[in-house]
T-cell receptor, first 114, second 116 residues
Framework: KNEVEQSPQNLTAQEGEFITINCSYS?????LHWLQQHPGGGIVSLFMLSSGKKKHGRLIATINIQEKHSSLHITASHPRDSAVYICAVRWGGQRVQGAQKLVFGQGTRLTINP | DAGVTQSPTHLIKTRGQQVTLRCSPKSGHDTVSWYQQALGQGPQFIFQ???????QRGNFPDRFSGHQFPNYSSELNVNALLLGDSALYLCASSPQGGERRTDTQYFGPGTRLTVL
């Protein structure tokens, strides 16, 4: 079982639909990242959360620390939102010098059709 | 202000060869992490460099090694290449040792390695 699980793995929707992507993790974390990866590979960091909710434009990310669960929502989806969305967590375990490593989910491939 | 840069963008090698990939972190960042992303999978942590030393390592064999230079740039070396090493190799940088909870990682565009 992966330490970070995303669902769904693939999602196809029509332009304008409300999109939800889910992420569950198995142990305590210090932070959770939502990342966007377009074809060709470049990764863009969308959000970093340790509690509550963050909003940027049409994107909303929430996290429930007790339930070890986070969601990424896209309102009024658009074809340019088509990408792979990846959840990554930074474990809350022992501190080491340097940044704590990220553990990634397998990604959710989102396709928005016009 | 340049973001994270990686070179080369694409590389084709044959089994048994050795490869070196390069990463320059975002200005002001001193910590570099390397990840391997196989096709259709999420990235897997390889190792991380801070203050020119390997600080953390994922579950990768010793064929994978690295280096960080005084200017914080980093190299990833892979020896005795296998077909399974074909992947996108991503570099990410973060500032000030990345110990603060508010620090995020900035990713480079990646190097796509194909092993034939």
């Amino acid at each position: 079982k992966n330490e970070v699980e995303q669902s769904p793995q693939n999602l196809t929707a029509q332009e304008g639909e409300f999109i939800t992507i889910n992420c569950s993790y198995s142990v305590g974390i210090s932070a959770l990242h939502w990342l966007q990866q377009h074809p060709g590979g470049g990764i863009v960091s969308l959000f970093m959360l340790s509690s509550g909710k963050k909003k940027h434009g049409r994107l909303i990310a929430t996290i429930n620390i007790q339930e070890k669960h986070s969601s990424l929502h896209i309102t009024a989806s658009h074809p340019r939102d088509s990408a792979v969305y990846i959840c990554a967590v930074r474990w809350g375990g022992q501190r080491v010098q340097g940044a704590q490593k990220l553990v990634f989910g397998q990604g959710t491939r989102l396709t928005i059709n016009p | 202000d340049a973001g994270v840069t990686q070179s080369p963008t694409h590389l084709i090698k044959t089994r048994g060869q050795q490869v070196t990939l390069r990463c320059s972190p975002k200005s002001g960042h001193d910590t570099v992490s390397w990840y391997q992303q196989a096709l259709g999978q999420g990235p897997q942590f390889i190792f991380q460099y801070y203050e020119e030393e390997e600080r953390q390592r994922g579950n990768f064999p010793d064929r994978f090694s690295g280096h960080q230079f005084p200017n914080y740039s980093s190299e990833l070396n892979v020896n005795a290449l296998l077909l399974g090493d074909s992947a996108l190799y991503l570099c990410a940088s973060s500032p000030q040792g990345g110990e603060r909870r508010t620090d995020t990682q900035y990713f480079g565009p990646g190097t796509r390695l194909t092993v034939l």
